[in-house]
């Protein structure tokens, strides 16, 4: 494998990988863990104790567990940043005659520096719930560019990766459409957590059981969009992965992740809805959502790759 | 033999991460919730009475007792830091309206002026209509007493020099976090801190 890919590869994990830490931070209540950005309490290295805090800060601020959870974040952010730079410094030098990876290395580079200035936003706000679902739906579509770059760089050197495959016609189509679903799923979910989050605030003595109470007409609307996913989803999938259309490994594990992410999707759902919302159930709400479109975007590059090739 | 039985391997890397994941999640929430309900205690509050004044009563640290106490200390004459502190108040009672396990008292520091008729105009003019927030008056001296002794806070000249710092004492009388009450920071993490203490009490 070229350096180019495995890079791009390597990448696009480390982003998933921030976006399941990133949701950590929110679930965790470590979002203002560091009242200021980029620095954390004043300094580069957040405090150990309460007196390294600096005398103008309210020692009841600080929390040594919520400041470390938020620093970490910050440091994968970094990291995957810089991750992202090098993908798009190495398109720029090697990959100017394939404008699709050229162009989405360089997006992708601009969304994750926006992504850290717009992460400030999110603490400097005191965590506005709109802010907080942006910088999820930006971190998407970072993840996405990413897996596009990745699988692009490995059809470049393996062009004939969909060759003996056969899909039918029309099927690029209708997963290009659940892909599209499943960002309005993400986007519906938003206005859920959202929703609980301004309960949260308005009613602060509200005990968590009753905060999906507290979600409006979202509360029917996101699950039935779920559930009419999942079908089409697993459809899609039974489509896709038969035998005769002799899949590529590509398409057979990504359809299968598709299926099976469905699955445990609905799964959290149905627990989040029906017996409580503790916090490590939302995260992995949130992340599988994550995976999950990212997993349909991997489909659908490949049928695109199949018709071309 | 089909290309794809070789393929599972990817899938099951996928849950073993996803299981990895799941378990480091559980630790760090765990982490973050022992971390909250960790509110030191700075002391206990010394007995005291004083008198309430939309009653007329003695009210002191027995009547603080069984609920989450928020205490400020003001002056009605007051222009510069208590019309700030008094509309932070104003705001956390609305926002604890329907729940008598959160109570508001506000002590003044300038008896002289502040009497008892005076302190119930002051309360209705922040929209006070029940007993959730309280305004207490007790000869200077003792209010002095109270807050440097008992609160631990500054109370030079008053009633000029009364400090801007809400305290949060539990149900126990017993002091449990400081919070400027100046800024949003401040509120912001009285009302967390509130939060957490309110699952403690009965």
Same mark, same amino acid.
């Not at chain 1, 089409?232 to 398409?251: E, Q």
């Not at chain 2, 003044?108 to 959730?132: I, K």
């Not at chain 2, 400090?163 to 449990?176: S, Y």
């Given at each position: 494998?070229?350096?180019?890919?495995?890079?791009?590869?390597?990448?696009?994990?480390?982003?998933?990988?921030?976006?399941?830490?990133?949701?950590?931070? +929110?679930?965790?209540?470590?979002?203002?863990?560091?009242?200021?950005?980029?620095?954390?309490?004043?300094?580069?290295?957040?405090?150990?104790?309460?007196?390294?805090?600096?005398?103008?800060?309210?020692?009841?601020?600080?929390?040594?567990?919520?400041?470390?959870?938020?620093?970490?974040?910050?440091?994968?952010?970094?990291?995957?940043?810089?991750?992202?730079?090098?993908?798009?410094?190495?398109?720029?030098?090697?990959?100017?005659?394939?404008?699709?990876?050229?162009?989405?290395?360089?997006?992708?580079?601009?969304?994750?520096?926006?992504?850290?200035?717009?992460?400030?936003?999110?603490?400097?706000?005191?965590?506005?719930?709109?802010?907080?679902?942006?910088?999820?739906?930006?971190?998407?579509?970072?993840?996405?560019?990413?897996?596009?770059?990745?699988?692009?760089?490995?059809?470049?050197?393996? !062009?004939?990766?969909?060759?003996?495959?056969?899909?039918?016609?029309?099927?690029?189509?209708?997963?290009?459409?659940?892909?599209?679903?499943?960002?309005?799923?993400?986007?519906?979910?938003?206005?859920? +957590?959202?929703?609980?989050?301004?309960?949260?605030?308005?009613?602060?003595?509200?005990?968590?059981?009753?905060?999906?109470?507290?979600?409006?007409?979202?509360?029917?609307?996101?699950?039935?969009?779920?559930?009419?996913?999942?079908?089409?989803? /697993?459809?899609?999938?039974?489509?896709?992965?038969?035998?005769?259309?002799?899949? $590529?490994?590509?398409? /057979?594990? $990504?359809?299968?992740?598709?299926?099976?992410?469905?699955?445990?999707?609905?799964?959290?759902?149905?627990?989040?809805?029906?017996?409580?919302?503790?916090?490590?159930?939302?995260?992995?709400?949130?992340?599988?959502?994550?995976?999950?479109?990212?997993?349909?975007?991997?489909?659908?590059?490949?049928?695109?790759?199949?018709?071309?090739? | 033999?089909?290309?794809?039985?070789?393929?599972?391997?990817?899938?099951?890397?996928?849950?073993?991460?996803?299981?990895?994941?799941?378990?480091?999640?559980?630790?760090?929430?765990? /982490?973050?919730?022992? $971390?909250?309900?960790?509110?030191?205690?700075?002391?206990?509050?010394?007995?005291?009475?004083?008198?309430?004044?939309?009653?007329?009563?003695? &009210?002191?640290?027995?009547?603080?007792?069984?609920?989450?106490?928020?205490?400020?200390?003001?002056?009605?004459?007051?222009?510069?830091?208590?019309?700030?502190?008094?509309?932070?108040?104003?705001?956390?009672?609305?926002?604890?309206?329907?729940?008598?396990?959160?109570? &508001?008292?506000?002590?003044?520091?300038? !008896?002289?002026?502040?009497?008892?008729?005076?302190?119930?105009?002051?309360? +209705?003019?922040?929209?006070?209509?029940?007993?959730?927030?309280?305004?207490?008056?007790?000869?200077?001296?003792?209010? +002095?007493?109270?807050?440097?002794?008992?609160?631990?806070?500054?109370?030079?000249?008053?009633?000029?020099?009364?400090?801007?710092? &809400?305290?949060?004492?539990?149900?126990?009388?017993?002091?449990?976090?400081?919070?400027?009450?100046?800024?949003?920071?401040?509120?912001?993490?009285?009302?967390?801190?509130?939060?957490?203490?309110?699952?403690?009490?009965?």
């Amino acid at each position: 494998m070229k350096a180019f890919t495995r890079l791009a590869i390597i990448t696009t994990l480390a982003t998933y990988l921030l976006i399941f830490t990133g949701g950590l931070v +929110r679930v965790s209540g470590a979002g203002l863990g560091c009242p200021d950005w980029p620095k954390c309490f004043g300094r580069w290295v957040p405090p150990l104790s309460v007196s390294q805090l600096p005398v103008d800060i309210d020692p009841a601020q600080f929390n040594f567990a919520l400041a470390w959870i938020e620093y970490v974040n910050r440091l994968i952010g970094v990291a995957v940043g810089l991750l992202i730079a090098a993908v798009a410094v190495m398109a720029i030098i090697s990959y100017r005659r394939h404008p699709k990876i050229l162009i989405a290395s360089i997006l992708a580079a601009v969304l994750v520096a926006f992504q850290g200035w717009q992460g400030g936003q999110v603490v400097a706000s005191e965590l506005a719930p709109l802010l907080v679902s942006v910088h999820l739906v930006i971190a998407l579509v970072i993840g996405g560019l990413m897996i596009y770059v990745s699988q692009r760089a490995w059809y470049l050197e393996r !062009p004939d990766t969909e060759k003996e495959s056969a899909y039918p016609a029309g099927l690029r189509m209708w997963v290009g459409l659940l892909w599209v679903l499943a960002l309005v799923q993400v986007i519906l979910g938003t206005q859920v +957590r959202e929703a609980i989050e301004t309960a949260m605030h308005d009613f602060p003595l509200l005990p968590d059981s009753e905060l999906i109470g507290a979600v409006g007409v979202m509360k029917y609307v996101h699950p039935l969009l779920g559930a009419v996913i999942a079908v089409a989803a /697993w459809i899609i999938v039974f489509r896709l992965v038969k035998a005769k259309n002799r899949p $590529s490994p590509i398409v /057979w594990q $990504s359809g299968w992740s598709v299926a099976g992410l469905v699955l445990v999707q609905l799964l959290v759902g149905a627990v989040l809805t029906f017996v409580g919302i503790p916090a490590v159930m939302q995260v992995l709400h949130m992340w599988v959502a994550a995976l999950l479109t990212g997993a349909i975007l991997v489909s659908y590059v490949a049928l695109g790759q199949a018709q071309e090739g | 033999m089909s290309r794809t039985d070789s393929y599972p391997k990817m899938l099951i890397w996928l849950i073993i991460a996803m299981m990895v994941l799941a378990v480091m999640a559980l630790l760090v929430v765990n /982490w973050t919730n022992v $971390s909250r309900s960790k509110i030191p205690v700075w002391g206990e509050l010394p007995q005291f009475t004083f008198t309430a004044a939309h009653t007329g009563q003695p &009210f002191g640290l027995e009547d603080m007792k069984g609920r989450l106490n928020v205490v400020d200390f003001i002056f009605t004459r007051c222009r510069s830091a208590c019309p700030i502190m008094g509309g932070n108040f104003s705001e956390l009672y609305s926002l604890y309206k329907g729940s008598d396990k959160v109570r &508001f008292v506000s002590i003044s520091v300038d !008896p002289e002026h502040d009497s008892l008729a005076v302190l119930r105009e002051y309360a +209705r003019q922040q929209g006070v209509t029940d007993d959730r927030w309280v305004f207490l008056r007790a000869p200077v001296e003792q209010v +002095r007493q109270l807050c440097e002794g008992g609160f631990m806070l500054a109370a030079d000249d008053l009633p000029g020099g009364h400090t801007t710092k &809400f305290t949060l004492v539990d149900h126990l009388g017993r002091i449990r976090s400081y919070h400027e009450g100046l800024d949003s920071t401040g509120m912001r993490i009285l009302k967390d801190n509130i939060r957490q203490l309110a699952r403690d009490l009965p």
